[in-house]
């Protein structure tokens, strides 16, 4: 057991004595998910681990799965491990998290929604499942299930179980929205063939690249519609637009760490062609600290780095500007209705490029709903725009036939 395991089961333990210890003198205001939670958080390790050999299968087929205790009242929870394939088609297995209503599904089962988690990090223990609270992330998961929806949400690949890198690798973060879908399909909850998609900033990213592919990746899947809340499109700008501050230094160390990784066959790939050295010597450890409880450190790396992090431009030199290009949603009609929100207010996903993404697909003929929330940034978008989401949702996709 290494060192980030032990601290973890240490941090885990203290947690479930304080809270019996608390339920023990009558602490009633306690939730029970707390409790379950960290119960749940002692013993996963095992549930990522990948099988050696690991087992065949095809895309979306469950591996492993178990029901998770700490999901909210009327939910029926499992933590999910299931095949799916990166961007070169090799077959790897992700892990995620799947809630359904708890009472019986209707005649023609339930639709899907597939949620696509923003930034959290990259690495394994910075997976949106593993932790005390495996829903907190699945924004507007509460009120999906109470429409009777089912929510599947991917992990994305390296994150919770170990495979390739998947950030802002579109091909790879879209196979994984749609594989767990098929993933949510091996259970027995009522799952039909009808899927909406869903994501906020990098799952918006992951989202539309999993409507783009569909058709041909899925094609026993309906997917009727997806909404995104400030997704991540056009990189070269959004990265010229944002590097000039800590969020910005820190989403790029995680995307070139990403791109470094799984096109390090393609010639010129090196970190060296557009970073400068004291960012080649820092992404690689950035890269390995999560969003959430671990900024601090982000920050102590990253700050420095500020207005010298970049060596020459990655949207004009190559092979950088190919891959930004290549994992950059867009460019031609989505056969399905699009939802957009962006935040008026937004410092990270600019206004103005998500404004430029929803005129091209208009353009392309996509049928595109389009929301800009006054007031509002990047982190709160997706939770404001549910009241607009998910009437448009219940009419474009509904929750049962």
Not at 16 to 21: D, G, K, R
Not at 224 to 236: E, H, I, K, S, Y
Not at 271 to 279: F, Y
Request: charged share 20%; hydrophobic share 45%.
């Amino acid at each position: 057991m290494n060192g980030d395991v032990r601290a973890g089961v240490r941090v885990a333990a203290s947690v479930v004595m304080a809270a019996l210890a608390l339920a023990a003198l009558g602490a009633c205001s306690l939730p029970r998910q707390l409790v379950e939670g960290a119960e749940e958080e002692l013993t996963e390790g095992p549930f990522y681990t990948i099988p050696t050999p690991m087992p065949e299968g095809e895309p979306g087929a469950l591996v492993r799965s178990e029901p998770l205790p700490s999901a909210p009242d009327g939910v029926d929870a499992w933590r999910v491990l299931y095949h799916s394939t990166d961007l070169d088609g090799a077959d790897i297995l992700v892990s995620g998290v799947v809630a359904a209503p708890d009472a019986a599904a209707p005649d023609g089962g339930r639709t899907v929604v597939s949620w696509g988690h923003p930034t959290t990090g990259t690495r394994e223990r910075c997976a949106p499942s593993v932790g005390i609270d495996p829903f907190d992330l699945i924004e507007g998961m509460g009120e999906l299930i109470d429409r009777g929806y089912i929510v599947a949400a991917t992990d994305y690949s390296g994150m919770g179980a170990a495979g390739p890198d998947s950030f802002l690798v579109g091909l790879t973060e879209g196979r994984n929205v749609l594989d767990a879908v098929r993933a949510a399909g091996g259970l027995d909850i009522g799952a039909s063939d009808r899927v909406a998609l869903w994501g906020h900033s990098q799952g918006g990213h992951a989202a539309l690249f999993a409507a783009q592919q569909a058709a041909d990746y899925a094609p026993e899947l309906d997917v009727q519609a997806v909404a995104v809340a400030a997704p991540a499109v056009n990189l070269g700008k959004l990265l010229d637009a944002d590097i000039g501050d800590i969020s910005g230094v820190s989403i790029a160390s995680y995307a070139f760490d990403a791109y470094s990784s799984v096109y390090a066959s393609t010639p010129g790939i090196d970190l060296d062609t557009i970073l400068t050295p004291a960012a080649v010597d820092a992404v690689p450890r950035m890269a390995e600290l999560c969003l959430f409880g671990q900024n601090d450190e982000l920050h102590e790396l990253g700050q420095p780095l500020i207005g010298g992090f970049l060596s020459a431009d990655p949207a004009s030199t190559e092979p950088w500007a190919s891959v930004l290009a290549e994992n950059t949603p867009g460019g031609a009609r989505l056969e399905m209705p699009l939802y957009v929100a962006q935040g008026a207010t937004d410092t990270l996903v600019r206004p103005e490029l998500t404004a430029a993404f929803v005129e091209q697909q208009r353009t392309l003929g996509t049928e595109v709903t389009s929301e800009v929330l006054p007031d509002t940034g990047h982190g709160l978008v997706a939770l404001r725009a549910l009241s607009t989401m998910l009437p448009w949702l219940e009419k474009t996709a509904p929750a049962r036939e």
